[in-house]
């Protein structure tokens, strides 16, 4: 006959809540505790079955969590922060990759929601593609969006406020008296480079400045940056500042420079957004907009429990104010 839970704890000498604990990895349990539990196990043959424990307690202890490309820095630095803020409350995470793909995105949207994750957590793909998915599993599960988010979507959402950083980038070139400002981002698909390019466009009306200069929309990676670099060497002249939607861009627009001898910032000014931890390594030291990763995660899970805790709980909207980071790429120190 198949051991039970109660005769591993009757084996052990311990109680079906400490054989729990120690079968879902709770930290508060003894080490020795742990050793008796698992030997009883063994001794017994008994396998923990997680999937009927979660039918049995109508919850799963786990959150699903998709984020768009996972080799850009940004996103792992958010991940790494929920995950942790997760394992505080003994929940564990399901990492999930949309790659910028709005069918792989709902693929993955699915496959979480059809393992009964209690609950899940996006950054989308797309302002507008990625809807469709999202209305599909909404009634299913609570869903909070984090860093960027789907236009007029009826779900939690926390990022930080793109406008207002990509303004103060904006305004920290200007103080430094550049005029001519080549903006280079991302095609306008996700709310980030959606709101980055209102806020800079935003930015060089208020203080008066020309917007004639080349805007370059590709993607969030550095090949975009050494492409766009590409194209502002083979214009006219040099512009006094690139701002860039991100900082692989960044990083990309520094490489190609260098290799052409164009000096930053005594040539030019650099700026990215995000503050990955490659930034401060960059050659030179980057100047970007920091993105606040601990909180943003810290917000999120919030989000997401209250959710939980009342579907019917008021909608939040929570925009983060990020930081200017002043390095040497706009002749700042690190
Ligand atoms: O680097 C990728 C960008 O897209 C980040 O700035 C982040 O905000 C994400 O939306």
Not at 126 to 131: E, M
Not at 263 to 267: F, G, I, L, N, S
Not at 275 to 278: E, G, H, K, S
């Given at each position: 006959m198949t051991a039970t839970i109660r005769d591993v704890a009757r084996h052990a000498g311990v109680s079906v809540a400490t054989v729990s604990r120690v079968l879902t990895g709770?930290?508060?349990?003894s080490p020795e505790l742990v050793e008796r539990v698992n030997e009883a196990a063994r001794a017994l043959g008994y396998r923990h079955n997680a999937v009927a424990r979660a039918l049995r307690r109508g919850t799963t202890n786990t959150v699903g969590m998709i984020v768009p490309e996972i080799g850009n820095p940004f996103f792992p630095a958010i991940v790494e922060a929920v995950e942790r803020h997760l394992g505080g409350t003994g929940r564990d995470l399901f990492l999930c990759d949309s790659q910028q793909d709005i069918a792989i995105e709902r693929q993955r949207v699915l496959a979480l929601v059809g393992r009964q994750v209690d609950g899940l957590i996006i950054v989308p793909v797309?302002?507008?593609?990625?809807?469709a998915c999202l209305e599909e599993v909404i009634t299913r599960t609570p869903i909070v969006q984090v860093d960027r988010y789907v236009e007029d979507f009826p779900a939690d959402w926390v990022g930080v406020d793109d406008e207002l950083g990509i303004g103060a980038a904006v305004e920290h070139v200007a103080s430094l008296g550049a005029k001519r400002v080549v903006f280079v981002s991302?095609?306008?698909?996700?709310s980030s480079a959606v709101q980055r390019h209102v806020g800079f466009e935003r930015a060089m009306r208020k203080l008066g400045l020309p917007l004639d200069e080349p805007q370059l929309l590709g993607t969030f990676r550095a090949e975009w940056g050494r492409v766009a670099a590409i194209k502002i060497l083979t214009g006219a002249s040099l512009p006094d500042a690139v701002v860039c939607g991100n900082d692989e861009i960044a990083v990309g627009v520094l490489g190609e420079f260098r290799r052409r001898q164009v000096?930053?910032?005594?040539?030019v000014l650099v700026t990215g957004f995000d503050?990955?931890?490659?930034a401060a390594l960059a050659d030179p030291p980057l100047t970007t907009i920091r993105q606040p990763h601990e909180q943003l995660a810290a917000e999120c899970i919030r989000l997401l429990d209250a959710r939980m805790a009342d579907a019917g709980t008021p909608m939040q909207r929570i925009a983060i104010a990020p930081s200017l980071v002043v390095r040497e790429s706009t002749g700042g120190t690190s």
């Open positions: 709770s930290r508060t349990v797309s302002a507008t593609g990625s809807r991302a095609t306008l698909d996700s000096r930053v910032p005594e040539d503050d990955i931890r490659f």
